[in-house]
């Protein structure tokens, strides 16, 4: 007999226990939210949470892009969408290019050829809400994965 896994801890309830820096992460969040399209922007969301391996937040978006009517088939390919490019608009191609770009910033920055691609299917003012969602994203998946956010078993 199997015994069932045990859930990682939640180590702090940080929204709990500080609501202010909650609101603010809101407020940042959603800075420009209305003018990106949401299934670009859970597309998003969901690569720099597999980058970061947050599993709360992806539980939590592909739940979102799903009731919105994204295709099981892209939720799961988003992780490895680069080998299946034919599955994303070149836009959305430009947006997950510069989310790797953005999640996995190293000494170099973002290479000219992936912002080259952003500039070329975005403009100036939807290149910032495109780096805000990457940003926030990133800093929701950098607070759950060190807090171990609880991802709540599905029935």
Do not use: Y
């Not at 490895?80 to 953005?102: C, G, I, K, M, S």
Request: hydrophobic letters at 45%; aromatic letters at 6%; proline letters at 5%.
């Amino acid at each position: 007999m199997s015994e069932q896994p045990q859930a990682i801890r939640t180590r702090l309830a940080w929204a709990r226990v500080d609501p202010e820096a909650r609101q603010a992460m809101l407020r940042l969040d959603q800075v420009g939210a209305d003018q990106i399209d949401p299934t670009l922007r859970g597309l998003i969301w969901m690569r720099a949470s597999h980058l970061n391996g947050c599993a709360f937040c992806l539980d939590l978006h592909s739940a979102d892009a799903a009731e919105r009517g994204e295709t099981l088939q892209r939720l799961v390919v988003v992780g490895a969408w680069n080998e299946a490019p034919h599955l994303f608009t070149e836009r959305e191609q430009a947006a997950l290019a510069l989310t790797d770009a953005v999640t996995r910033l190293g000494p170099q920055g973002v290479p000219d050829a992936v912002w080259a691609a952003a500039t070329e299917q975005f403009d100036e003012k939807e290149l910032v809400r495109v780096l805000m969602a990457i940003v926030t994203i990133n800093g929701w998946n950098r607070l759950a994965v060190a807090t171990h956010a609880h991802v709540r078993p599905r029935r």
